[in-house]
């Protein structure tokens, strides 16, 4: 069972960003990659998903990212799929958690 890291109070434009940031293209992703960082706008269409923020791939580069919410809280798993542990650290500097 995965263990579960609360980003609640994050701001989440800046999260999906650090996200895209840290992500590589890999695959197929490699004929859509964009070497330019994601607008704020492609940043808030993702945060404002019905679907919640959930990023597969991203303008080829693997996010391989969701957050779930649980009783109006918000959370990442403790682990990130194809992202080492450097990765993930680099990425809570963004949230309001203490790491």
């Not at 579960?4 to 293209?25: A, H, N, R, W």
């Not at 070497?35 to 679907?51: G, M, R, Y």
């Not at 403790?78 to 809570?92: A, G, K, N, V």
Request: proline share 4%; net charge negative; hydrophobic share 35%.
């Amino acid at each position: 069972m995965k263990h579960m890291i609360e980003i609640t109070g994050t701001d989440m434009v800046k999260f999906v960003k650090k996200v895209y940031d840290l992500s590589s293209p890999l695959g197929l992703g490699l004929l859509h990659f964009r070497d330019e960082p994601l607008s704020d706008e492609d940043a808030e269409e993702i945060v404002n998903s019905p679907c919640g923020v959930t990023m597969d791939y991203v303008h080829g580069r693997a996010c391989k990212m969701r957050v779930t919410e649980k009783d109006g809280k918000l959370y990442i798993p403790d682990t990130w799929f194809d992202h080492s542990d450097t990765d993930l650290e680099q990425l809570l500097e963004v949230c309001t958690v203490a790491v």
